[in-house]
């Protein structure tokens, strides 16, 4: 095994701040949504909490996005140029999740410094960092002010298609944290990746790490 290191310090705070940050949204929105049924702190606390939560990782995107956009760490989204290429990995991966890893194949994806997240992992977060964390965040804050947004609102559906839209984003971020908590223990021991983003270091087989650096 050799240790290479692909999580910068400034990734791996935004990331645990984002992590522990959705985990306050998702208990606090369920406690909004279920009040009367559901009661761990009152209707008013969860409000405030999630309003100023909610802000608190607006900022943190902004930091993520920043960091990404002026840095080469960039390529890690998008390394391989090639559509044919990238999207043949993409089904290689998706046919290692679907029964590749349960008969014991290889995982067709080798991490290196520029190579970090998988093809289809690549695809699903730029879905999620570029459009639908926007979207949650835009529409959380017509949701905190309808009176000072009723036109926006208004403009996009009115009240039930923005709470709508909030809602079913609510779903998949809440499911996605379970998967992405699945996935992060299929490394070469349940904990290494998770290890990783505290040290920022991976741990991987010398022959991938010569053949992709």
Not at 99 to 104: E, K, Q, S
Not at 158 to 175: A, E, N, W
């Amino acid at each position: 095994m050799q240790k290479i290191y692909i999580h910068p310090l400034a990734v791996r705070v935004w990331h645990w701040i984002n992590a522990i940050g959705f985990l306050v949204l998702i208990a606090t929105g369920v406690q909004i949504r279920y009040v009367g049924q559901i009661d761990f702190m009152s209707f008013k606390t969860a409000v405030v909490v999630h309003s100023w939560c909610g802000f608190f990782l607006t900022a943190n995107f902004f930091v993520w996005l920043t960091f990404y956009l002026f840095s080469d760490k960039i390529k890690v989204y998008h390394p391989e140029l090639s559509p044919t290429k990238y999207f043949r990995a993409t089904f290689r991966q998706m046919q290692f999740y679907g029964y590749g890893i349960f008969r014991g194949d290889p995982n067709p994806h080798h991490v290196s410094v520029y190579r970090k997240f998988n093809p289809l992992q690549s695809n699903m977060y730029q879905i999620i960092m570029m459009v639908l964390v926007p979207v949650q965040f835009f529409t959380g804050v017509l949701l905190w002010d309808v009176a000072r947004f009723t036109s926006m609102v208004e403009m996009f559906g009115g009240l039930r298609v923005v709470d709508t839209v909030h809602m079913l984003i609510f779903i998949f971020f809440s499911g996605f944290i379970i998967v992405h908590i699945y996935l992060a223990s299929l490394g070469h021991t349940p904990t290494a990746h998770f290890k990783a983003m505290i040290t920022g270091y991976e741990e991987v087989e010398d022959k991938h790490e010569a053949d992709h650096t």
